[in-house]
């Protein structure tokens, strides 16, 4: 069974700070491991995913990912956090196949001026 | 190119009637997933069509329907509408679909509120 996992409903981040949203995973086989974020009153934009190779991602807006094997765990990071990056971030695996994904519970991000 | 398109926006409803969404992929796009959200229970998917063909379900009620039309186009009807189906429906699209490889490709959804 294919699932992830975000611990944190919440992170808090000030603006020209790093940031980490945590993302873990339980997938059999090679995981397929994907970012969204979602704005106010918007659907989810695809951000960055991980499908084999380097276990650095990177992806839109300047954000990354790392995959890490051994943690199970595929955190979105970014060097300096800016305001417009507030939103409602999700982890993502495709259960099985045609499209069907798994959503972690989503993160919220806030980035205070 | 025109992203996804979900009509109407909003919707309200009361309890026991039924309602049809509507969802108009991207241009070339054939496969067309819809996923329910709601804050207690996230995102949730509920079916998932490729050439007019359901090709996998969620555990949604039979109450939560679906169709595709030759031109990908897709609509998903709840009938019996209850307050727990108050949420956002979410429609995306993707090329094929098949392999998971691809991103979705999400609308803007449709914010439906049963009274």
């Known amino acids: 069974a294919q699932s992830v996992a975000q611990p944190e409903d919440q992170v808090n981040v000030a603006e020209g700070n790093p940031l980490t949203v945590k993302c873990t995973y339980s997938v059999s086989g090679n995981p397929y491991l994907f970012w969204y974020v979602q704005y106010p009153n918007r659907g989810l934009q695809f951000l960055l995913k991980?499908?084999?190779?380097?276990?650095l991602v990177k992806g839109s807006y300047g954000f990354e990912a790392e995959f890490n094997k051994s943690q199970t765990s595929f955190h979105l990071k970014k060097p300096s956090a800016l305001v417009s990056d507030s939103a409602l971030y999700f982890c993502?695996?495709?259960?099985?196949?045609?499209?069907?994904?798994?959503f972690g519970s989503g993160t919220k991000l806030n980035v205070k001026p | 190119k025109a992203g996804v398109t979900q009509t109407p926006r909003y919707l309200i409803k009361t309890r026991g009637q039924q309602v049809t969404l509507s969802c108009s992929p991207i241009s070339g796009h054939r496969s067309v997933s819809w996923y329910q959200q709601t804050p207690g229970q996230g995102l949730q998917f509920l079916f998932e069509y490729f050439s007019e063909t359901q090709r996998n379900k969620g555990n949604f009620p039979g109450r939560f329907s679906g169709r595709q039309f030759s031109n990908s186009r897709s609509e998903m009807n709840v009938s019996t509408l209850e307050l727990g189906d108050s949420a956002l429906y979410l429609c995306?699209?993707?090329?094929?679909?098949?392999?998971?490889?691809?991103?979705?490709?999400f609308g803007s959804g449709t914010q439906l509120s049963v009274l």
């Open positions: 993502a695996a495709p259960r099985y196949n045609f499209n069907k994904f798994y």
């Open positions: 991980y499908i084999t190779g380097d276990n």
């Open positions: 995306a699209s993707s090329l094929e679909g098949i392999s998971g490889y691809e991103k979705l490709f």
